[in-house]
């Protein structure tokens, strides 16, 4: 399958991360740690997930949001693009993945936990 060295690639990379796991989807993976879904691997590219705070160390360095196609229209995620030299150094990408994973915790933690409606 194409993508598949470079996920391999990634997930070398990120070996630091606790429970790192990539998991089909979008036509590319989406990267879990225990839990937390923090990144995604599209067409030989890397994304985090971001914040408004954390988004700025991206844009700053020409990094574009994750993009998709869906029913005719053009939807945008809070993942940008990670810089090519921050891909390429493990201790460095690891650091931006904690941050982004950490990001993920906490939009987890501040979703509302919805009530099972109960069957009568």
Do not use: C
């Amino acid at each position: 399958m194409p993508g598949d060295s470079f996920k391999k690639f990634v997930l070398d990379q990120l070996n630091a991360l606790p429970e790192l796991r990539a998991k089909a989807m979008f036509g590319g993976h989406g990267l879990y740690s225990a839990e937390y879904f923090f990144g995604i691997v599209f067409e030989g590219r890397l994304f985090f997930k971001t914040h408004a705070s954390s988004q700025t160390d991206y844009l700053a360095r020409g990094m574009e949001p994750f993009t998709y196609e869906m029913k005719g229209k053009t939807l945008t995620m809070a993942y940008h693009e990670v810089p090519p030299d921050v891909l390429e150094n493990a201790i460095e990408l690891t650091v931006w993945a904690e941050r982004a994973v950490q990001i993920a915790a906490a939009k987890k933690s501040a979703t509302p936990v919805r009530k099972k409606k109960s069957k009568r």
